[in-house]
């Protein structure tokens, strides 16, 4: 299946189950945490998330930048975004190609890409337009996915979907010109999603989650993300 049939039937759930889901609350909250604690502090100008979809990071954009751009593949997935912000002039978002970014060089002091890079066939020329549109000094985040985590054995997903080990993803970044500075790892523990559902679950997983996203045992994370700077 291609990656946009895929998210355009899944976006007519996708934020639903979200919303009500337990695991994703982790996720997505450990997201916020590195996000926060690499832009605490700071102001940008202009920021850009590849991969928007919905919109839910792009709250995040908003608190630090004066301009924030989202940018996703999938028509479905980013009209939700389109509906949700339509009132807010700071946000401007559209369809577009990782691959092939349509903006200026050095337009952006934040750039982000969480949970896209991984779909897209050419992940080198992607990250090669990441450092294009990046200003000098810029802060850049980077989602990937590990072989060696529960989430690649219990994979069931269709579409293209290319998993990286941390060395692997580290050395794509420094190889496209990124300084490599903290990785966060994201369901190391959780083998399913349906864990989070049971009594104590919740609290346990997001206990270990967040103590030990620095540690060795990111590489067999589902997720993780690795900060970097141009």
């Not at 997505?28 to 926060?36: G, I, P």
């Not at 991969?51 to 792009?58: A, D, S, Y």
Request: charged share 25%; proline share 3%.
């Amino acid at each position: 299946m291609k990656v946009r049939d895929a998210y355009e039937d899944i976006s007519k759930y996708y934020d639903a189950h979200r919303n009500r889901s337990p695991y994703f609350r982790i996720i997505e909250d450990l997201t916020r945490r590195c996000f926060l604690e690499n832009t605490q502090g700071k102001s940008f100008d202009r920021g850009l998330d590849i991969g928007c979809g919905t919109g839910r990071n792009l709250p995040l954009f908003m608190n630090t930048c004066r301009e924030v751009r989202g940018m996703d593949y999938t028509p479905a997935m980013l009209e939700h975004a389109k509906r949700e912000y339509a009132n807010h002039e700071q946000v401007r978002l559209m369809i577009g190609d990782a691959q092939a970014l349509p903006f200026c060089d050095r337009s952006f002091e934040l750039v982000a890409s969480f949970k896209a890079l991984p779909h897209v066939p050419d992940i080198e020329r992607a990250l090669a337009e990441i450092h294009r549109v990046a200003k000098d000094g810029a802060t850049i985040f980077t989602e990937f996915y590990s072989p060696y985590s529960f989430r690649k054995l219990l994979n069931r997903m269709k579409h293209y979907t290319k998993w990286h080990s941390v060395q692997e993803a580290k050395g794509l970044l420094e190889g496209a010109g990124f300084k490599v500075k903290q990785v966060y790892g994201l369901r190391t523990f959780i083998a399913t999603e349906y864990l989070c559902y049971l009594p104590g679950a919740y609290r346990l997983f997001n206990y270990l989650e967040n103590r030990f996203t620095h540690s060795a045992l990111n590489r067999f994370s589902g997720y993780y993300i690795i900060v970097s700077e141009k």
